[in-house]
């Protein structure tokens, strides 16, 4: 069982980099591949604990090493309740991986997956949400040209940067996405995406009362 555990963990890890990379170069498939890898190994420390009877501590690391997976999933994902997640999974994984290392019976090999998914978690955790979609979506060395018609990333954009009050850089982000909407191949222009939706969320911004993110 162990084997197939580590088998699962690894392939799920591979599977999610894989996603991220895909993400960033705009390759299709990467939003399913990061589902899949990071569901993947969050599985894999909650099948540990269905099938093997593990010490308090290992316990703990484990079920809160699933949770941060969860919330790292969500969080590049940009789903709503990812924060939530964040605080039970991290003190899981803290107080679990202080036991063991207290502990004289210490598996340090053992420590490192729960180690790192923390130290990943950690680093995502408190970067603001409009930042993360920049670098992911429209940063400019990669995405030199594709940011130049993907005017629904630069709208989506607009929405994290007036969530942090940041409305003359929404604004901005606004005429980004409406010069991209006219540069986009009109077969890019599918409904119910349209100039008339961006509009409307140029006008919330400007007047403050936007209030949920609708793509129609």
């Known amino acids: 069982m162990k084997l ?46 269905l099938f093997q009877k593990s010490r308090f501590a290992i316990r703990l690391m484990n079920m809160g090493t699933a949770v941060l997976l969860i919330f790292i999933l969500f969080r590049l994902q940009f789903w709503p309740g990812a924060m939530q997640m964040f605080i039970p999974g ?8 202080g036991l063991l290392l207290n502990s004289e019976k210490t598996d340090s090999p053992r420590l490192l997956p729960p180690a790192v998914v923390l130290c990943l978690a950690f680093s995502i955790a408190f970067i603001p949400a409009s930042k993360l979609y920049y670098f992911i979506h429209l940063n400019e060395p990669i995405n030199s040209e594709y940011r130049k ?27 980004s996405a ?39």
């Open 178 to 216: 409406m010069n991209a909407y006219r540069l986009a191949p009109t077969n890019n222009h599918y409904p119910p995406f349209s100039d008339s939706l961006l509009q409307k969320h140029r006008a919330a911004i400007q007047q403050g009362n936007w209030k949920l993110y609708l793509t129609r």
């Open 149 to 175: 018609t993907d005017f629904q990333s630069w709208d989506k954009y607009s929405w994290f940067l007036y969530l942090e009050k940041h409305q003359d850089e929404a604004l901005k982000a606004n005429d």
């Open 90 to 97: 991290a003190i899981g994984s803290v107080v679990g991986i």
């Open 4 to 49: 197939q555990v580590k088998f699962f963990f690894i392939a799920g890890s591979i599977l999610a980099v894989l996603g991220f990379v895909f993400r960033i170069f705009h390759l299709p498939g990467g939003g399913m591949a990061s589902i899949v890898g990071l569901g993947s190994c969050a599985m894999s420390f909650m099948i540990e604990e």
